[in-house]
């Protein structure tokens, strides 16, 4: 069945510094979706891409979908303490139903002030 | 304020019971998911629902049960022969869109521990 990896597992940085989490799956995806879960919290949806190498901005934050629509990233840019939380990559196989996302493990971030 | 509402927030079970785990939602979504989360794990869907009366099994289905009587409600149901039911159980629910896939708006989840 579909598979997607994320890397790294857990990321620490200081405040200030940029991150970077990589989504990978086995199997072409129609779209993927972000989500972030703050530490004792549950997800919450952050973005969906849907084109062959989109990219989209949240204020600090860049998505990108790879070109083979097989890949995403998430950076952020100049880490907050805000930014803490386990970020969640999913994604729905092309072809495949409306309803069913397959996650990632997630990357938890932590942020030293 | 609409949401999704999961109750109990905190369970514990002895082993061999069956425990059901409450989702009510007043966002008029007409999907509704049940996703298990293991430490350290991604989520993994256990049930979903796309209409009142009809529901679909997900990848690790076995060892749940659930029922869509109305539109608002989707209960789950651990049984005792689920044989790791230890975790964190969230539920979510969904408008379908017409690209992508459908966005998950989640419940605060409810924490299950068998003793």
């Known amino acids: 069945g579909q598979q997607v990896m994320q890397i790294p597992q857990y990321q620490h940085v200081q405040e200030g510094e940029d991150f970077t989490t990589y989504c990978n799956s086995s199997?072409?995806?129609?779209?993927i979706q972000w989500y972030k879960q703050r530490p004792g919290g549950h997800p919450v949806f952050l973005i969906q891409?849907?084109?062959?190498?989109e990219v989209k901005k949240q204020k600090r934050l860049t998505f990108q979908f790879g070109e083979a629509k097989k890949n995403s990233s998430l950076h952020i840019t100049a880490t907050q303490t805000t930014d803490v939380g386990t970020y969640f990559c999913?994604?729905?196989?092309?072809?495949?139903?409306?309803?069913?996302?397959?996650f990632g493990k997630g990357t938890l971030l932590t942020v030293n002030p | 304020d609409g949401g999704i509402t999961q109750s109990p927030k905190y369970l514990f079970r002895k082993e061999g019971q069956n425990v059901t785990l409450s989702c009510e939602q007043n966002?008029?979504?007409?999907?509704m998911y049940w996703y298990r989360q293991d430490p350290g794990q991604g989520l993994r869907l256990i049930y979903y629902?796309?209409?009142?009366?009809?529901?679909q099994k997900g990848d690790i289905a076995e060892g749940y049960s659930v029922s869509r009587e109305k539109k608002e409600s989707f209960p789950l149901t651990v049984t005792s022969a689920q044989k790791n039911p230890t975790a964190f159980y969230l539920c979510?629910?969904?408008?379908?869109?017409?690209?992508?896939?459908?966005?998950?708006?989640f419940g605060a989840g409810s924490r299950l521990t068998v003793l």
């Open positions: 979510a629910s969904s408008i379908w869109r017409l690209t992508g896939a459908n966005v998950l708006t």
């Open positions: 199997t072409t995806l129609s779209n």
């Open positions: 891409l849907v084109k062959s190498g």
């Open positions: 999913a994604g729905r196989e092309s072809g495949g139903s409306n309803y069913k996302l397959t």
């Open positions: 966002l008029n979504h007409d999907a």
């Open positions: 629902s796309q209409i009142v009366n009809d529901f």
